[in-house]
C-alpha cells in the first residue's frame, strides 16, 4: 500500500477544511501546520470519537501485498446480480451521513484530489473464484474521519446505485487498506466494476465489496437488514 500525494491536484488544507465544514478564516495554520490526517480528522479543533482514535493509532496490520507483475487482469470475473446503474457523473455525489457531526457530500473531482492508495491484492468471491487486482482510491478512514462519526457508531452501511446494500463493523472500515476505489488495474474504473466508486479491501470476501457506492451511513446499531447476501443467509463478516 502506498499512500501517495496526487500530485496533478493536491488537496490543499484550505481545500480540506473547506471540505470538513471548517471556515479557514481566523485559524493560523502556518506551512509546516498539520499534516494531512490531523486536517482531515480536525484534530486541532475537537476531540475524534475515541473508539476511531484508537483504531487510527493502533491500525490493523496491513494485509501482504503483490506485485504488480502479479496482476491477472482477466481473473476478475464481472459477478453483477441485477443491473448495471447509469450513473451521470456531472450530478454524482458520494453521500456520508448517519451519526456524524459533519456529513459529507462530495464530487469525484473533489474525491479525486483527496490522497491515492494504490494496493494489489486477491479478491476472492466466494462463488470459488479469485483474481489478483489493483485498485487505486481513497482510505475509507479519511472519509470517516473528515465525517466525524458520534460516540457510539460501530458500523457503516453501504448503499449502492443498483440497490445493493451492505453493512461493515467499524475496524475493518477502517483498515488501512479498505478503500473506495476509482482506479482498477492503474486505468479509471471500468462501469462494469462499480464506476464511479466501489470498496475494495483483502480482509473481506467479494459480496462485501459494494460496487457503485453511492452513500456511506455511520450507524451505532446494525438494522434488520444487513446486506444483500447476509439477508439470504450468507455470513455477515466474511472476513478472509
Ligand atoms: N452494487 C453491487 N456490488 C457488488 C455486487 C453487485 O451485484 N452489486 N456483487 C458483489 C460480488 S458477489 C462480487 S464477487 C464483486 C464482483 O466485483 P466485479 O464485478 O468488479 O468483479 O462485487 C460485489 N459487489
Ligand atoms: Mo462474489
Redo the contacts with the bound molecule.
Keep these: 500500500m502506498s499512500p501517495t500525494p496526487n500530485s496533478s491536484n493536491p488537496l490543499s488544507r484550505r481545500n480540506l477544511l473547506r471540505l470538513s465544514g471548517y471556515s479557514i478564516g481566523g485559524l493560523l495554520l502556518g506551512s509546516a501546520g498539520l499534516t494531512l490526517v490531523e486536517s482531515l480528522a480536525g484534530k486541532a479543533f475537537e476531540p475524534l470519537n475515541q473508539k476511531v482514535e484508537e483504531l487510527l493509532l493502533n491500525p490493523q496490520r496491513p494485509v501482504p501485498e503483490f506485485p504488480v507483475s502479479a496482476i491477472e487482469p482477466d481473473a ?7 443491473f448495471t446503474p447509469m450513473i451521470d457523473l456531472e450530478t454524482f455525489r458520494l453521500v456520508v451521513d448517519g451519526e456524524v457531526n459533519k456529513p459529507l457530500n462530495l464530487d469525484m473531482a473533489t474525491i479525486q484530489r483527496m490522497p491515492l492508495t494504490s494496493m494489489v491484492i486477491r ?1 476472492v ?3 470459488g473464484w479469485a ?1 489478483i487486482v489493483q485498485w487505486g482510491g481513497i482510505q475509507m478512514q479519511q472519509l470517516v474521519q473528515l465525517a466525524q462519526p458520534k460516540p457510539g457508531v460501530r458500523y457503516a452501511y453501504f448503499f ?5 446494500y ?1 453493512s461493515w463493523d467499524l475496524p475493518s472500515v477502517l483498515h488501512p487498506q479498505t478503500l473506495l476505489s476509482y482506479q ?1 488495474n492503474g486505468q479509471p474504473l471500468p462501469i ?3 464506476a464511479p466508486l ?2 475494495a479491501a483483502p480482509i473481506k ?9 453511492t452513500r456511506v451511513t455511520l450507524v451505532s446499531e446494525l438494522r434488520s437488514r444487513k446486506g ?2 447476509e439477508d439470504q443467509g450468507y455470513e455477515w463478516f466474511a472476513g478472509l
Design positions: 476478475l470475473l464481472v459477478n453483477t446480480f441485477d479478491h468471491c466466494v462463488e483474481a449502492s446505485a443498483d440497490g445493493y451492505e482498477k462494469d466494476n462499480g466501489r470498496l470476501l467479494g459480496y462485501k465489496h459494494s460496487k457503485w457506492v444483500y447476501w
